[in-house]
């Protein structure tokens, strides 16, 4: 009997430079996706996907591990401020409340 772990498929990552590549292969060259993915031994559908991503982010496409796009950068900052601008309103409604609760 197989053990799980033996059973575990790892995900091959490809750099940024080899899905450009690919997908200049596809549009510049002409070549049929089908033969490209076979050629390069990705997996099938990944080409049209690279290329729509492309398609839709330009240069910023495929930014890699830890590397994010300077919109995702731009909307973790908003989401942190406005935690923090909802955590400073809740404070201010609970002092309100008390100080209102007081001067009665």
């Known amino acids: 009997m197989l053990q799980k772990d033996s059973m575990k498929k790892t995900r091959k990552t490809y750099t940024r430079e080899f899905k450009l590549e690919a997908v200049k292969m596809m549009t510049e060259q002409g070549r049929y996706a089908k033969d490209v ?3 390069l031994g990705i997996g ?3 080409l049209y996907r690279w290329k729509s991503q492309f ?4 240069e910023s496409a495929f930014p ?7 919109l995702e950068a731009e909307n973790r900052e908003l989401r942190k401020a406005l935690k923090t601008a ?10 309100t409340a008390y100080f209102a609760k ?3």
């Open 64 to 70: 890699g591990n830890g590397n994010i796009s300077a």
């Open 37 to 39: 993915e076979e050629s």
């Open 55 to 58: 398609a839709a982010e330009g």
């Open 44 to 46: 099938r559908g990944m």
């Open 102 to 104: 007081e001067s009665s």
């Open 86 to 95: 909802q955590q400073e309103r809740d404070i201010l409604k609970k002092a």
